[in-house]
């Protein structure tokens, strides 16, 4: 709520059901690491009946006006957002997120998005991007990236293979 909101958008982010949308206020930071490599996972190790699903798709949203960050670049290989695959405990990775007006910032890629993902007017950066991928990866079907800002992306000397989106 908001007379009593989430200490951690970590934590906020496992509590989200299926069809929930999470506004995320002014100042909000989510910068150390998440775990398997990232700085915010969405649904890791979460049960099936608990993940995004086409027919009920989860959002990250900044509140109109806010500036919510999430990511560093302090870590050269990790992501900012990551739906890589779960640990063989549950399901699959993350599927079916509308990600919107966030600033993301990360070492090598920004946003690592599967399908069904909406990535929409957010700030992105990956300075020190240099592998065989993109500030932006994704793979998948039904991928929306509309109205983002990339900048400052890899540096002199980056792998002719780093992109700025990686699709």
Excluded: C
Aim: no cysteine; aromatic share 10%; net charge negative.
């Amino acid at each position: 709520s908001w007379s009593a909101p989430w200490k951690s958008l970590s934590f906020a982010i496992q509590q989200l059901r299926p069809g929930d949308t999470l506004y995320a206020g002014d100042g909000v930071q989510q910068t150390a690491g998440d775990g398997d490599r990232s700085t915010m996972n969405l649904e890791y190790d979460m049960p099936n009946e608990r993940m995004s699903s086409k027919a009920m798709p989860k959002a990250l949203i900044a509140y109109p006006g806010a500036n919510v960050l999430i990511g560093s670049n302090a870590y050269p290989s990790a992501y900012s957002i990551y739906v890589g695959s779960n640990s063989g405990n549950y399901g699959d990775s993350s599927n079916y997120w509308t990600l919107s007006k966030l600033n993301l910032t990360a070492g090598q890629d920004a946003a690592d998005l599967g399908s069904g993902f909406r990535l929409i007017a957010s700030r992105i950066t990956a300075p020190k991007g240099n592998e065989p991928t993109g500030a932006i990866s994704a793979s998948g079907n039904d991928l929306f990236i509309l109205g983002n800002e990339i900048t400052n992306t890899g540096y002199p000397g980056t792998s002719k293979l780093y992109h700025p989106m990686y699709v």
